[in-house]
């Protein structure tokens, strides 16, 4: 494969192209990394990609990789959902990239690990060009996740800046992007999820249950419906689980 460092509009990723391929459009996927990473984090997901002849977009995300502003964790961390809802958007731009660079045959697949895979979940809300998806250790709940995550950080000691009413405001933001609220969204779309079940920083069970009620959801297309879950492992994908989501990925986007 090669591998080309590339900046598209004012966001750096890395372009991966198929052994063999001069140009013209390929089946491609857009994959997310998670918080704290960066794009080059994914490229042995990209590298399984471009064996079947699909092309991998790998974005940084804000305040990450290439776009690190010398922020430490923390405060990171309090940026969770904005660096969250800004993928969510930029999705679009680099769906858009695609196509005026005449590069995706049809439309891409959308995908990520942690992180990126809770904001894959999101952008099923958003964007209905999205043509399968791969949820590594994420979760669709934002505003349960949210809850808990301020619940987490002030018992941890942190003052979070801010008031009640912000608290409100953002909360009914993230319930617009929070799946697990608006199942229809994914219109029975491919959807493959991984989890640890021992995962102690994406908990298990929203997964799972999410799962189970898309099971009724997609009772006449069960085939498009794969979840992998490990009973031993925690919050990092298994090579099993990587080898799984590419060729089920590139499985239905040469469909």
Same mark, same amino acid.
């Given at each position: 494969m090669r591998v080309e460092n590339e900046a598209w509009g004012h966001i750096p990723v890395l372009h991966i192209i198929p052994d063999g391929h001069d140009?013209?459009?390929?089946?491609?996927?857009?994959?997310?990394?998670?918080?704290?990473?960066?794009k080059e984090h994914n490229l042995h997901y990209a590298w399984q990609w471009a064996k079947r002849g699909v092309r991998v977009i790998l974005p940084d995300a804000l305040l990450h990789g290439e776009r690190d502003q010398s922020l430490d964790e923390v405060q990171i961390s309090l940026r969770f959902w904005e660096i969250v809802l800004t993928s969510i958007d930029e999705l679009g731009f680099l769906q858009d990239?695609?196509?005026?660079?005449? =590069?995706?045959?049809?439309?891409?697949?959308?995908?990520?690990?942690? !992180?990126?895979?809770?904001? +894959?979940?999101?952008a099923l809300t958003a964007h209905p060009w999205i043509k399968a998806a791969?949820?590594?250790?994420?979760?669709?709940?934002?505003?349960e996740l949210a809850k808990a995550q301020m619940r987490q950080y002030e018992s941890r000691g942190f003052d979070l800046p801010l008031t009640e009413e912000e608290r409100e405001r953002m909360l009914q933001a993230l319930s617009r992007f929070?799946?697990?609220?608006?199942?229809?969204?994914?219109?029975?779309?491919?959807?493959?999820?991984?989890?640890?079940?021992k995962d102690?920083?994406?908990?298990?069970?929203?997964?799972?249950?999410?799962?189970?009620? =898309?099971?009724?959801?997609y009772a006449a297309?069960?085939?498009?419906? !794969?979840?992998?879950?490990? +009973?031993e492992a925690a919050h990092a994908v298994s090579r099993k689980g990587m080898l799984s989501v590419t060729g089920w990925i590139a499985d239905r986007l040469s469909e």
């Open positions: 140009g013209g459009p390929l089946p491609t996927v857009i994959f997310l990394h998670g918080h704290m990473s960066a990239e695609l196509h005026k660079r005449q =590069l995706t045959s049809g439309e891409p697949a959308v995908g990520g690990t942690s !992180m990126g895979g809770i904001t +894959t979940l999101g791969a949820v590594m250790m994420g979760s669709g709940n934002y505003v929070d799946i697990s609220l608006n199942r229809q969204a994914f219109g029975g779309r491919p959807v493959f999820f991984w989890h640890g079940v102690p920083t994406v908990p298990f069970e929203p997964t799972n249950r999410l799962f189970h009620a =898309l099971q009724q959801d297309y069960p085939e498009r419906l !794969m979840f992998l879950k490990e +009973t």
